[in-house]
């Protein structure tokens, strides 16, 4: 049974940092791509980076772009999300996915929320200006 663990999240001001924590357990990273999500109420869940856990290709969404840094250590089983810069914009419940196949000559995991095969339960960020 495939198991997503977040956390990590909290309250912050804004220019603060946070780090995110994704243990996986039972997951057998058939597909590669691993990812953060996040959704803010009345909004719909979108796409924050992901990464190829076969060959650390990492994308992400131009909104987090030189803030956020996602990693993988494949050794213990854990993506992060760090999160530095953080604005009001950001607070939302991040949540950690994985399972879906990479695109391209470059192997890039593009963020889709309809592709991921398992999630995490979600953890709260919230940013206050």
């Not at 946070?18 to 979108?46: D, H, I, V």
Request: with cysteine; net charge neutral.
């Amino acid at each position: 049974q495939v198991q997503l663990v977040e956390s990590g999240g909290g309250s912050v001001q804004a220019g603060g940092s946070l780090r995110l924590s994704c243990a996986a357990s039972g997951y057998t990273y058939s597909r590669n791509c691993m990812g953060w999500f996040r959704q803010a109420p009345g909004k719909e869940r979108e796409g924050v980076a992901s990464i190829y856990t076969g060959g650390g290709v990492t994308y992400y969404a131009d909104s987090v772009k030189g803030r956020f840094t996602i990693s993988h250590d494949s050794a213990k089983k854990t993506l992060i999300l760090q999160m530095n810069s953080l604005k009001p914009e950001d607070t939302a419940m991040y949540y950690c996915a994985a399972d879906w196949w990479a695109v391209g000559s470059d192997g890039t995991c593009y963020p889709d929320p309809g592709s991921p095969n398992y999630w995490g339960q979600g953890t709260q960020v919230t940013v206050s200006s």
